[in-house]
C-alpha cells in the first residue's frame, strides 16, 4: 500500500484545510485509516481515524473541528479541518493499519496556522 497525502499549507487562526490522502496498491487489505501529527517540539499523536463501518475517534483536542471521511473501498481518506488553531500547527501524516502487515504511513504534509 502506499500512500499519498496533500492539502497542507498556511492558514490564519479560524480558517480551514481539508487534507487528503490516496491511497493505492493493495487496498482492499486495509482496515482503518487516519491522520497523526507532529508538532515542534512534540511527540507524534493521534488526530482521527476511521474504521471499518465507518466508526471515527479523535483527539480530545480536535473534537468538533475536524472531521475524518473516506471514500467507499479505501481509495482516500479526508481530513477536514476547521476552526484552526495555532496549536494546530504540525506535519500531518496519513496512515493506513493494513491486515496481517500493521502501519503504512505516508509522507507528511505541512499544516502552518498563524495567530
Known sequence: VQ???SGGGLVQAGGSLRLSCAASGSIGNIFAMGWYRQG???QR???AVIADGGTTRYADSVK????VSRDN??????L??????AE???VYCCNAKIIMRGDQWGQGTQV????
Open 88 to 90: 494546530d500547527t504540525a
Open 80 to 85: 477536514q479541518m476547521n476552526g484552526l488553531k
Open 45 to 47: 499523536e493521534l488526530v
Open 112 to 115: 502552518t496556522v498563524s495567530s
Open 40 to 42: 515542534p517540539g512534540n
Open 73 to 78: 473501498g479505501w481509495n482516500a481518506v479526508y
Open 3 to 5: 500512500l499519498q497525502a
Open 64 to 67: 468538533g473541528r475536524f472531521t
